[in-house]
């Protein structure tokens, strides 16, 4: 399939290397939409809706591509946890993470712009926290403020000091893009991976 060109839907750093870990040329592009849960949707429908939201703002903008659009939503106690935005609120999650575990849900889809046709899944990662006291929560965000990840914690990094345990069936996808999945889906549509 090399006459159709891959477009990345995301503005995160992270996704964009895990995705060169595939050694496939492609394209990134940050779709603007509203990243808002809706009433009464769970956290894994939320991050799969927003996977798909942006897969199809980046199709109107490149209507001859195949697109992956991915999103993650970290759960605990049924509660949904974004991206903090802030210190003050990286904070709050991981006091509200230590001692804990969560769920860390991957939307994932990949649609074949051209024709519409659409594949879709949610990965989730079980993932518990050590107890953290405030002078370690401090020292994380004083080295690592990971305001732009779900659970304020990076497990690529530091973060993973914070973590007692991770169960889950792809190691990327609490990165923020399930490669195992999107290999299996990008040969699903004929791209040679590897």
Known sequence: ??????????????????????????????PDIDESALAGETPARTAERLARSKAQAAAARHPRSLIIGCDQVAEVAGAALGKPGSLEKARAQLAQLSGREALFHTGLVLLHAPSGRERARVVTTDVAFRRLDAAEIERYLAREPALDCAGSAKSEGLGIALLSRLGGSDPTALVGLPLIALSEMLRAEGVQVP
């Open 1 to 30: 399939m090399t006459d159709i060109s891959i477009i990345l839907a995301s503005g995160s750093t992270y996704r964009r290397e895990l995705l060169g870990r595939l050694g496939l040329p492609f394209e990134a592009w940050s």
